[in-house]
């Protein structure tokens, strides 16, 4: 961790609103972004993001701050997110179809942005950190808090629906 990092967690952890809202500052925009490429909904991302903080506050004094701050983060923002679109999706009954996820123009393209909106949550998030975020394998391991081996796994899988999918024109 960056040392105005580390001195911003200490003193977030002595109670510090000023630190925890620099804090918040800094990781909003990148914890947001996550919660939207796992959801593709603004809503459900803001809520994501939300809870992410509320929850890193809560446990911020476990949290060692001679580690990361951001891949702590990111793995609460993501498990939030695909918590948050399991709880969503329990609520649509039966008889409604379920829209895809809505990506905007920042993903790129419509198409592929189509596609990655309708996998499942959890390869979804590998894709979107992989290559919206350009965070490697471990680093994707280490942010949804899964091995190494099933981070490939779900982006091996993700990678083959999206080529069928575009493929096929399911767009």
Not at 18 to 24: E, K, N, T, V
Not at 76 to 100: F, K
Request: aromatic share 8%; glycine share 4%.
């Amino acid at each position: 961790m960056d040392a105005a990092d580390s001195a911003l967690v200490l003193a977030a952890k002595e109670g510090s609103p000023d630190a925890l809202g620099r804090l918040f500052d800094r990781y909003w925009p990148s914890v947001w972004r996550t919660a939207y490429s796992v959801t593709g909904q603004r809503e459900l991302a803001n809520d994501a993001a939300q809870d992410t903080f509320l929850r890193a506050a809560g446990a911020l004094a476990r949290f060692d701050h001679t580690r990361p701050l951001e891949p702590w983060l990111l793995r609460i923002a993501v498990n939030r997110a695909i918590d948050l679109l399991r709880a969503q999706r329990r609520l649509v009954s039966v008889d409604e179809v379920e829209e895809p996820a809505v990506f905007d123009e920042s993903f790129g393209d419509e198409t592929v942005r189509d596609s990655v909106a309708r996998l499942d949550p959890e390869r979804r998030a590998v894709v979107a950190l992989h290559y919206w975020f350009d965070y490697s394998t471990p680093e994707i391991a280490e942010v949804m808090g899964i091995p190494v081996g099933t981070v490939a796994s779900r982006l091996s899988r993700a990678l083959r629906d999206l080529r069928l999918s575009l493929e096929a024109g399911n767009v």
